[in-house]
């Protein structure tokens, strides 16, 4: 009980626009919020201007929410919203179009003593290294339908796009990362 009370405190601090109140909702949340918005951005860069654009709005929207369901689902919907509206913004009609092409651009993976836990991270940080290189389209769908639970009805009505789009854009995510991912993954345990 004492941490929804504290919790009620805080919301409570940042609706009245007290700034330590939101540094500290803020310092809750962000690690969360920015792995939500990783998985739509296409770098880092644009994670970290998804993450601050939707706390801007969570701020904003504070007095609304009625602790019916847990903040932070609340505060997630509000990312995943501002994620796809920057995605929109950045680019006409990404949901509609299927872009193949693949970003290129590979990280140093720092090492670690156990080889089995280095693979591990190595194969995690491939993992989401591949979902970020999809197309914007693919990307968003994947991520709406396999990491936020969407249905495809849903998306097909929160994109504009229809529910046969939805699945095709999903089915060819898939397809594309199963492919990056058994090369990726085979290279990984070469280097065993």
Same mark, same amino acid.
């Given at each position: 009980? $004492? ?17 330590? =109140? ?7 949340? =962000? ?8 998985? =739509? ?23 609304? =929410?009625?602790?019916?369901?847990? !903040? ?47 693979? !591990? ?32 009805? $849903? ?7 229809? $529910? ?5 854009? !999903? ?9 990056? !991912? ?11």
């Amino acid at each position: 009980m $004492e941490k929804k009370d504290e919790l009620e405190e805080i919301v409570d601090g940042c609706i009245r626009g007290k700034r330590a =109140y939101q540094k500290k909702l803020f310092e809750m949340y =962000y690690g969360k919020m920015m792995a939500v918005c990783y998985r =739509y951005a296409k770098d880092k860069d644009e994670a970290q201007d998804m993450v601050q654009n939707g706390f801007i709005k969570v701020f904003k929207k504070l007095d609304v =929410y009625n602790f019916d369901g847990s !903040l932070e689902g609340w505060i997630r919907r509000i990312m995943v919203n501002t994620a796809i509206d920057q995605i929109r913004k950045n680019k006409r009609d990404p949901f509609l179009v299927d872009d193949d092409s693949l970003l290129q651009n590979e990280e140093e993976v720092q090492p670690f003593a156990d080889a089995d836990e280095f693979n !591990l991270e190595l194969k995690a940080e491939t993992a989401i290294k591949a979902i970020s290189e999809l197309s914007p389209a693919y990307r968003t769908v994947f991520n709406m339908y396999v990491i936020e639970g969407f249905t495809h009805k $849903e998306i097909a009505n929160y994109l504009e796009i229809s $529910e046969g789009t939805s699945k095709s854009n !999903l089915a060819k995510a898939k397809q594309k990362l199963r492919a990056n !991912l058994t090369e990726k993954f085979a290279k990984i345990e070469e280097n065993e």
